[in-house]
């Protein structure tokens, strides 16, 4: 069975933080600018307090079946909250959205190097 590859964004607000935990988020702000985002086994915390109190983490994971989404998932939006709860940020408004790359449409250059290599 072939493995797929999951990426999962989890998005939500950032609420009720006290000026500690604002400072603190503004500190670290460098290390999770949106310039840098990546998709990660461990996920990716992107966010700009400045501009808003939106966040965004980017999971990368696996699975063998199409079904195999719904908890690749779940356990990116548990490991969210792990890392907000853990650190005493207040959230809301959690959402998620994933994406199986073997069902992804493929860009002009993927098409042109799949047709060439078809045709050999």
């Known amino acids: ?34 310039l840098r985002a990546a998709f990660t086994r461990e996920g990716h915390l992107s966010y700009d307090l400045s501009a808003r109190a939106a966040f965004t983490f980017r999971f990368l994971d696996e699975g063998e079946a199409e079904e195999d989404i719904l908890e690749a998932t779940e356990r990116a939006e548990q490991t969210a909250r792990s890392w907000l709860a853990g650190r005493g940020y207040g959230y809301k408004n959690l959402r998620s959205q994933a994406e199986d790359l073997s069902q992804a449409p493929l860009g002009k250059r993927q098409r042109r190097a799949a047709n060439a290599s078809a045709a050999n």
């Open 1 to 34: 069975m072939t493995t797929r590859t999951f990426r999962i964004m989890v998005r939500g607000v950032f609420d009720g933080l006290c000026d500690e935990q604002r400072a603190e988020l503004l500190a670290a702000a460098p290390e999770h600018d949106v």
